[in-house]
């Protein structure tokens, strides 16, 4: 789904700083901002896309957007990409479900995780009270996950700032997070033997085409069964417990990383975080500064002009 809206220069200035610059501008473009799904792209025309399942309800906090063409006319299932539809009762599936944290946070990991929730698992998985990560605070998210994981079947791959820029000089950010979650789905497959999954959903964050072509030198690829949608943790419960694992992981390294460097080290990008880059580049350098962050954000060169 997608939605544009044309705006004046200086909203367009406004929209930018509430959407710094985190992937490679497209021609004519003046920001590119990718977060949980989302895409939003600034053009020097004033036109603004906003591209993903919350594309309409972003837009609109900014303009009225034009209805996307492609809105479904019905909304009785929810569809994944590629025309996937997911059952009616998928909720009730045991399924495989992977999600991750991190891609639009400038400090910290990169982290994904994949959790099996059986059907026999359903009800304590609910009585939890999961729901979408965002929506909880820190200490909520510990105390879930700290009970999930000593029930659920699940796999973390944790990619630390030192290891993240390392990979990202030899593949973008989304070829890394598609070979992150097919490993953490294959560790669970393997944890969870000889049982099989009735369904495995994907948090989308490509196509499914790119997805697997991201995979295409990968020695085992998993295909069967596998569905992709966006706010994938709606509807299922084991993509919300996959979420929440992976936020509790990222709590952790970024206590970790505040603790190195002696002081408060924020998940998220906002203006406060190109001043603690600053300081920590005044520190150490580039290489200190890579030990927290990644590096190839536009806050990397910001905070490069605050020395």
Known sequence: MQAVIKVTPSQLTTIQKNYPTNRQ?????????????????????????????????EAAKWGTAAPSKAKSASRTKPKAAKGDVLPADFAKWSVLGSDEVGNGSYFGPLTIAAVYVSQDNLAFVNSLGVADSKTLTDAQID????????KLPYHIVNIMPPKYNEVHATMNIEKMKAI?????????LQKIQPEKPAGILIDQFEPRGIYYNYLKNEPVVL??????????????????AASIIARHQANLSMLELSKKAGRQIPLGNHQAVNQIAADLLAQGGIDYLGEFAKLHFINTEKAKKLL
Not at 180 to 188: M, P
Not at 223 to 240: D, G
């Open 180 to 188: 992150s979650h097919n490993f953490a789905l294959l560790k669970v």
């Open 143 to 150: 105390q879930m996950a700290i009970k999930m994981m000593a």
């Open 25 to 57: 501008l497209p021609p004519g473009a003046v920001f590119a901002h990718q977060a949980n799904g989302l895409s939003i792209t600034g053009y020097k025309s004033g036109k603004v896309l906003f591209q993903g399942a919350s594309a309409e309800r």
């Open 223 to 240: 295909r069967e069964n596998v569905y992709f949608s966006t706010k994938a943790e709606q509807f299922h419960l084991a993509v919300a």
